[in-house]
């Protein structure tokens, strides 16, 4: 059991006007050599879970701009500490599907004012690093809630400081779904307004924001401390800060002369 949900109708948009959507956001940004892989995460298990309706709309749009997708289904997944060592299925495909991610979209309903207890749960079972390898740190994150009654921003306020702790890039753009029950049909999928095209714009960012991060994502997060922590000095001959300190690299300074929008000074590598 691999503890993914599929995906129905994945290529039906009723909502979405093709004549205003870019089907491929991420060209330009960075590589394109691969799709991108996105990691989608509900927090709710009702049999009518607007948050997982939610994150369904939101993969359908990934898939239309190009980007490979999974939604973990959280039914099974036990309580933190709840089993030992963490030893069970679920967590251990919660943290396969995290590692083989490159970006992730996090839905929670606010409850009390919070993120659902089966949000929480679901980012508490992924470590900061397991045996050498890091689950979330570097990767692009979109946050996104659903509410009962009128719109608020608690659920995604959290998820934001979620993932800053997880060191994840979590992007500018955000949803926030108001009476999410008026904002569904009777097949649970979501009506055409100003909440959907929200939906649309976080996942466009989303696309973008992957593409220009995942080649940087293990330089992005090489730090100092672990480093020190695992016994591991930089290499001078290839670090591009030492190179440029000792001469190595031409390093132009800036021209009083030249126009500070049409200047190509202070790059690293720039001809004299």
């Known amino acids: 059991m691999n503890r993914l949900r599929p995906l129905s109708d994945p290529t039906h948009l009723p909502a979405l006007d093709p004549a205003y959507a870019n089907q491929r956001p991420g060209l330009g940004m960075g590589p ?14 009702r049999e009518r879970s607007f948050s997982r ?47 083989w991610s490159e970006g992730q979209v996090w839905c929670s309903p606010e409850r009390h004012g919070q993120i659902s207890g089966i949000m929480k749960a679901q980012i508490d079972h ?29 659920a995604v306020n959290s998820l934001r400081i979620l993932g800053r702790w997880m060191r994840m890039v979590t992007i ?31 996942m466009e960012e989303l696309v973008r924001f992957t593409v220009l991060i995942r080649p940087l994502a293990d330089p992005l997060v090489d730090r100092y401390s672990e480093r020190r922590q695992a016994g591991r000095p930089v290499d001078a001959s290839t670090d591009l800060a030492t190179l440029a300190i000792g001469g190595n690299l031409s390093i ?16 690293v590598g720039a001809k004299a």
């Open 252 to 267: 132009r300074a800036p021209d009083p002369a030249t126009p500070a929008n049409g200047a190509a000074s202070g790059r």
């Open 172 to 202: 500018p753009n955000q949803s926030s779904v108001a009476k999410a029950f008026q904002e569904f049909d009777a097949a649970g999928r979501m009506k055409p307004s100003a909440y959907y095209d929200r939906i649309v714009d976080v």
């Open 53 to 99: 309706l939610a994150v369904e709309e939101a993969a359908r749009l990934l898939e239309y701009f190009g980007a490979e997708t999974r939604i973990f289904d959280p039914s099974d997944l036990p309580l933190p500490d709840q089993v030992k060592g963490d030893d069970h299925p679920a967590v251990h495909a919660l943290r396969e599907h995290s590692i």
């Open 126 to 154: 992924l470590p900061l690093a397991m045996g050498g390898i890091r689950p979330t740190q570097g990767r692009t994150l979109a946050v996104m809630q659903v509410s009962g009654g009128s719109q608020s921003f608690n």
């Open 32 to 45: 394109l050599d691969h799709k991108p892989r996105i990691l989608l995460l509900y927090g709710s298990l």
